[in-house]
């Protein structure tokens, strides 16, 4: 087993591709625990994942993708050729981003999936050359570097998406109310840091704000008005949380026009002042940090 990090190697953060190319025996893998994503690609042979009690058997060619796995591992038969890349979920939330396919990829990546690679030749050539240009990147780190990884998993995650079939033309057979409430949701994943009002996205989509209201209450049972507030906290709660920002400057990133207004904000849609709240991440991030387990990122 050869291993590549694609960042520091003791950084929570990091990135881990392994390819695993037909050993003579059956081997097991311990893989992902806490916030991490897995992605296997399955070319040659066969192999079983165990996640939470689920086992999921994987005959090549094939790829298949876990969110936020827990206590997973991996059995892989004698002979067996198989990618395995562990994605943190703060590269995976940079790469989905605040672009109007955002909504789209959150979808898509929010659940266990798995793609038959038969007669994905342009997808399984991607997959190759896309891992092989971060573990490159890694290998020579220029300016920049960080930003083209992202990058780069952001390309990975729309290739597998369109091949997975979350497509327009797929949306086209969707009703009207379907189509309008995945329009709002791109509409709010490219644009909730101008915090728009109601009405604003019901004109951009062409329909009133009471039956703007009317979707969103009946499918997602919250007005639209929570829905926006919410996103905002989220993205809040990650710059809290991941990001070097004061919150000063966060507020700012987040389009409030004074720190006041974020700090009334935030603690109306948590009950916490952001400063209480990032100071209560900080003292669980150590108390973890003192009992981290070991993983398939800490293999020699």
Known sequence: MRKHPLQNEHSQNSVHISLHRGGLQRRVFPLATGD???LLTVMDGTAVLHNDGIETALQAPVLHWVPKASNARLVVEAGTAVEIVLLP???????????????DLHATFNRALSINLEHQQNLKSLISSTLNYIQREENQPQMGSDMMIVA??????????????????????????????QRFRQLLEANFRRHWTVSAYADQLGMSPDRLHAICTRDLGKPPKALIDERVAREASRGLERSSLSIEQLAYSLGFRE???????????????PGRYRKMLQARDQADARFAPATFADWP
Do not use: C, W
């Not at 995976?92 to 605040?98: F, K, N, S, T």
């Not at 780069?152 to 309008?180: C, F, K, P, Q, W």
């Open 36 to 38: 991490q994503s897995i």
């Open 89 to 103: 979920e703060e590269t995976l939330l940079r790469a989905i981003g605040d672009f109007s396919i955002s909504a």
């Open 152 to 181: 780069h998993v952001r390309l990975l995650l729309v290739s597998i998406m369109r091949a997975y079939g979350i497509t327009d033309r797929e949306m086209g057979g969707l009703g009207s109310n379907a189509r309008g409430l």
């Open 259 to 273: 720190p006041a207004y974020f700090n009334q904000f935030f603690k109306r849609l948590t009950g916490i002042p």
